[in-house]
Each structure stands twice: as C-alpha cells, then as structure tokens.
C-alpha cells in the first residue's frame, strides 16, 4: 500500500535551508497499521503530509497504492486523495455551519455519490450518534465531535486513513473510547491506517511503528503486543 525510498524534504528560509526530513525508508502492506512516533519537532507531521501527497517531498520517492506522487501534479494527487485516502485530524476540521449529518455526507456528494445521506446516516448510527445527525460542531462535545470526523472518514470506504494526533485534544478517557473505536472501525474495514502520536500508549496498537528525531528515522520495526508483549507475527 505504502512504500518510501530515500525521502528527504528540504526547506529555503531566508538565512538558511532547513532540512526537515532525512532519507525516510519504508514500506508498509495493506491492512497494516503504521504509528509514527517521535518528540515535538521532530517531522512526524511533515512525514504524514507527504505520505497523504499533501505536500511535495524534495528528494526520494513515495508509492502510494501503486502510484509515484512525484509524477503527479497538483490535481491528480487530489484526485487520488479523494479516490483512496481518508482523513482524521486533532482539531477534528468539522465545517461549525453544518450538521454532523452535513458534514459526513460532504466529502460523499463532493465524489458525486448518490446515496450519501444514506451511507452518511449509517456511518453515524454505527459511531453511535444516531441522535446527533441534526446538531452542529458547537452543540457536539470534543469526543463527539471526533466520531464525527471518524464516520466521515470511513463513509467513503477508503484505501488508507492518515490521522494526525487523532486523540491529542481529547481528555484520557475521552481519547481512549476514540482509540478503541478507531481501531475497531480500521479491523472491521481492513483500511491501513497511518496515524501520528506522541502517545506510546496509542502507537504500541498498531502493528508497526516509525519513530524520528530531529527528522531522522531512528527504527521502523513491528510494535510488540499490547496484550501479551511478544512482536506480532
């Protein structure tokens, strides 16, 4: 599903260049799930940007469900976004006019389905804010807020889900039931998942994981298993 070669991202200020990003090398199957790891400042949000084709790298390689970003464009990395990727982000990007209904079913009639009231309201129930459909962000509490963003995620049934610190807003309790149905949803849709977090706790439920310093990769290696210690097979 993801595989990365050589990766660097280099950036111009007016004294100096920056180098953000460090001969990144990985890659991942499909149906697996990948925590990138590290302290504050370190390129793990960067990383994300560039394996979502959100950004351009400037040096290496990114294979995406087959594709090399860097002989896309602008468009055509959109469109391959639209068509595979999923997003969850910390500040939860809800649209605060629109309902959690509205705002689940955007990205669906944006890809020009027709049934996405339907897909959308079913997404909602399964996250179980099937009494939230007509309420607006600020009527909704944070972790609510956030089954909304994971509902619109997985409505249009994606390839893989890019989440950057999905959980990072969230009170513990909070952001563990987040967790939990995070990873229920991921198994039960067999999506690869990509996810962001300063949480060790969190990054040791997927089944990899990717740490940096200062924009270097440290170690890309199988997390052991929460539940019993040993490294997944």
Same mark, same amino acid.
């Given at each position: 599903m993801l595989a990365v070669r050589g990766l660097g991202k280099t950036v111009s200020t007016a004294v100096e260049k920056l180098n953000l990003l460090h001969?990144?090398?990985?890659?991942?199957?499909?149906?697996a799930?990948?925590?990138?790891?590290?302290?504050?400042?370190?390129?793990?949000?960067?990383?994300l940007a560039l394996l979502a084709g959100l950004d351009q790298a400037s040096r290496g390689q990114i294979t995406l469900a087959g594709k090399d970003l860097g002989?896309?464009?602008e468009d055509q990395r959109a469109e391959?976004?639209?068509q595979i990727s999923g997003f969850v982000f910390q500040s939860f990007q809800l649209l605060p006019e629109l309902s959690a209904l509205e705002? =689940?079913?955007?990205?669906?009639?944006?890809?020009?389905?027709?049934?996405?009231? =339907?897909?959308? =309201?079913?997404?909602?129930e399964r996250v179980g804010l099937s009494h939230r459909l007509a309420h607006t962000p600020r009527?909704?509490?944070g972790g609510e807020q956030q089954r909304v963003a994971l509902a619109?995620?997985?409505?249009?049934?994606?390839?893989?889900?890019?989440?950057?610190?999905?959980?990072?807003?969230?009170?513990?309790?909070?952001?563990t039931a987040i967790a939990d149905l995070l990873f229920q949803l991921n198994t039960e849709t067999q999506t690869?998942?990509?996810?962001?977090?300063?949480?060790?706790?969190?990054?040791?439920?997927?089944?990899?994981?990717?740490?940096?310093?200062?924009?270097?990769?440290?170690?890309?290696?199988?997390?052991?298993?929460?539940?019993?210690?040993?490294?997944?097979?």
């Open positions: 001969d990144i090398e990985f890659s991942l199957p499909a149906g799930s990948l925590a990138i790891v590290g302290s504050s400042g370190s390129g793990k949000s960067t990383l002989s896309l464009n391959l976004r639209g705002n =689940t079913m955007l990205p669906l009639e944006l890809a020009g389905k027709k049934d996405a009231s =339907t897909r959308a =309201t079913e997404w909602l009527q909704l509490s619109r995620a997985f409505a249009s049934s994606p390839k893989i889900l890019f989440a950057d610190e999905p959980t990072g807003s969230l009170d513990a309790a909070t952001g690869t998942l990509v996810l962001v977090t300063h949480d060790e706790k969190l990054a040791a439920r997927c089944g990899w994981q990717l740490r940096l310093s200062a924009g270097t990769q440290l170690e890309f290696s199988k997390a052991p298993s929460p539940s019993t210690g040993k490294t997944p097979e």
